[in-house]
């Protein structure tokens, strides 16, 4: 499986972006998907994720409310909603796909979320 992000970019606080991933290859059997973020010399946090069947999604406390997940299982994509951006956002963000079934984890390459206050 391979991921690719897009979307990142440089917005002022209070502003919104919309983030993208693009998955190829053999995603049968993928579950899980979800977003996360890691700045300099922080660990890799996560931010929210998203059944693959159901839907169901979840998300950190300090997006929640702020950030919506989504996805599009026959096109292979999926979204974050980021509104009332604020510089603590400030990350890498990345997709994440997992096989939990195989415990196999795919990541894409991260794409920069920069929110100048």
């Known amino acids: 499986v391979q991921l690719v992000e897009s979307g990142g970019g440089l917005v002022q606080a209070g502003g919104s972006l919309t983030l993208s991933c693009a998955a190829s290859?053999?995603?049968?059997?993928?579950?899980?998907m979800g977003w996360y973020r890691q700045g300099p010399e922080k660990k890799r946090e996560l931010v929210a994720t998203?059944?693959?069947?159901?839907?169901?999604?979840n998300y950190a406390d300090s997006v929640q409310g702020r950030f919506t997940i989504s996805r599009d299982n026959a096109k292979n994509l999926m979204y974050l909603q980021m509104n009332s951006l604020k510089p603590e956002d400030t990350d890498v963000y990345y997709c994440?796909?997992?096989?939990?079934?195989?415990?196999?984890?795919?990541w894409g390459q991260g794409t920069q979320v920069t929110v100048s206050s």
């Open positions: 994440m796909h997992a096989d939990r079934i195989n415990r196999v984890h795919y």
């Open positions: 290859g053999s995603t049968f059997s993928i579950d899980v």
């Open positions: 998203i059944t693959k069947g159901s839907g169901t999604t």
